[in-house]
């Protein structure tokens, strides 16, 4: 799997999950009997690319260790409608009782990196790296952006705390481009300092007050073409605001070295999944 150090946060956002679900006690899975054994499949109803295969195993984890789980892909695999994703063997009230939130996980992870492979696709031939933003569900920030990557594209910061981001009311505030950068730089140094620039009129000023990337936001084909000419590889490049699948090849075109896309975290529409649960014989 490509899934790296999110043991944590994964840990987290699964314990969160399963509380706002399970609350005082599952009542319902209280009608199947404590012995009772069951096997389940995933199946998927739709093409997709996988995601999410930590978040589904680490819900029953957690609530019974005596489930085992086989799977059948891979997280990054593109999956098929029909297709079997996995196999669940275990106690019977504990698969039940996790069902749901395993499900939510794997279909909005898949989503997302299903999403992500379709705009990846659309600019893999060009030298444009396609990032996301922080435009993501609330507490699942990790988990998108790990979908992100698991679909072939980038990740731009993760939060607040890793990457400064200086944005008209930041520049309202300090009383200029050049005094935001140079404060930024102050406080702290070595972080880069990306300006979002929302005319061309802005990007010099920019360049001279120090930035290390531009922000190009809602600029037409036509502007950002003519910024790429201007700047002429002093900085990088980002295109970023009304960016869609329809007109993200266009965009790269232009010459941009980053297109940042809130469309992949934050119009995620979840994968139809499935399991199917059989009682063992008594």
Known sequence: MLIEVLDGALLHSVRAALAEDIGT?????DLIPVDRQAHATVTAREDAVLCGMAWFDTVFAELDTR?????RARD???????????SLAGPARPILTGERTALNFLQTLSGTATLASRYAERVADLPVRLLDTRKTIPGLRDAQKYAVRTGGADNHRTGLYDGILIKENH?????SIRQAVQDAARLHPGILIEVEVE??????EAIAAGAGRLLLD???IEELAAAVREVDGRV?????????LDTLREVALTGVDF???GTLTKHVRAVDLSMRLEMAPD
């Open 25 to 29: 006690g599952d009542i319902t899975a």
């Open 67 to 71: 489930i085992t789980i086989e799977w």
């Open 76 to 86: 990054g695999m593109r999956i098929a409608a029909g297709e079997d994703l996995c």
């Open 171 to 175: 520049i309202g505030a300090a009383g």
């Open 199 to 204: 005319r061309p009129a802005q990007i010099g």
């Open 218 to 220: 809602n600029f037409s």
């Open 236 to 244: 990088p490049l980002e295109a970023s605001g009304g960016v869609s």
């Open 259 to 261: 297109i940042s896309v």
